[in-house]
């Protein structure tokens, strides 16, 4: 497979994924200032700080408000990682890559930007969660049209690596930014409010209802575990790197050298270290310094598949 393809059909993958997080994180915000009381625990600074870009968005919003937050996260053209722009360059990676894709799986992508990019026009628009539930069926349309109309192959599997480590990436960060958010409540520990907060946070993932079938009570070490390390549930960063990592190893045995590269073995790395941590080894070490090193694994992942598989950059 040529290089420029793999890389394309990556990136689209992952910048439809990046654009779904942050309509799902704008919509459980949105929940969650109607249930709180008032003035409780500001939710828009913490969407700020997951995206990494809070120095950006202070110089040209300055206070993170709801119309601010929303903007920049959904319909900013200048931000690179707005939805807005994340699908605007999914659909041009798409463009390059048609042969690769179907055409219903094309025509999704296509209509899923024009959804947004109508919205963004539309100064009238009401931006409430429902808007960012419809940009979710989008996604989840996409997902089963790709699923079910493209070959597995390792165009498929470069497609499912860029969508996992993606989903890793926001599912730690946004774990990381409300663990301080919600925990700094020290007052409101173990209160009806402490479990509306706790679990707007496992409906960012669309968890809530997985939790409740293995745990019957918000509980702050389980819902930490369910983030990070459960097995099967789809959105947990244990998961989402071994998707990752077997779709890397799919990838390997494909190739002419039929052997891991080191985007693998990093990768594995990483796996093998998730498999044998437990929740208090991450509350000892401190929630923002585990979530942290994840973070150095996942972008040193992401460097080794540039260098591994990817000649040419076509952005990130």
């Known amino acids: 497979m040529l290089s420029r393809v793999a890389e394309s059909v990556y990136w689209m993958s992952r910048q439809i994924e990046r654009a779904e997080n942050h309509a799902r994180f704008l919509e459980v915000t949105l929940h969650l200032i109607l249930d709180q009381p008032e003035n409780l625990v500001d939710p828009w600074d913490p969407l700020v700080r997951i995206t990494g870009d809070e120095e950006w968005f202070k110089e040209k919003y300055g206070v993170a408000n709801q119309e601010n937050v929303v903007n920049f996260l959904a319909f900013d053209d200048e931000y690179p990682h707005s939805m807005l722009t994340c699908l605007r360059a999914a659909r041009e990676n798409a463009r390059g890559v048609r042969e690769k894709l179907s055409s219903e799986a094309f025509e ?19 931006r409430d969660s429902q808007f960012f539930d419809e940009v979710r069926e989008h996604t989840i349309q996409w997902s089963g049209i790709l699923t079910s109309t ?6 498929w599997h470069f497609a499912n690596v860029g ?3 993606e989903r890793a990436d926001k599912t730690s960060r946004i774990l990381d930014v409300k663990y301080f958010n919600l925990f700094y409540s020290l007052e409101h520990v173990g209160t009806a409010i402490d479990d509306l907060q706790w679990s707007s946070l496992l409906l960012a993932i669309s968890g809530f209802e997985a939790y409740r079938r293995d745990y019957h009570t918000i509980d702050l070490d389980n819902v930490v575990g369910f983030f990070l390390f459960n097995k099967t549930f789809p959105r947990s960063v244990h998961h989402c790197v071994a998707s990752a990592g077997w779709s890397l190893g799919q ?5 002419v050298q039929g052997v891991p590269r080191n985007s693998s073995k990093v990768l594995e790395a990483l796996q093998q270290r998730l498999a044998n941590t437990e929740v208090k080894e991450v509350l000892a070490i401190g929630m923002h310094e585990f979530v942290d090193g994840l973070q150095e694994e996942l972008n040193a992942i992401g460097s080794s598949m540039s260098e591994d598989y990817f000649q040419i950059s076509v952005g990130v």
């Open 251 to 255: 990838i390997d045995e494909a190739s």
């Open 163 to 165: 969508r996992m480590l």
């Open 108 to 126: 999704q992508i296509n209509e899923f930007y024009h959804f947004v990019n109508e919205a963004s026009k539309n100064e009238l628009l009401d």
């Open 150 to 155: 493209m070959a597995q192959d390792t165009a």
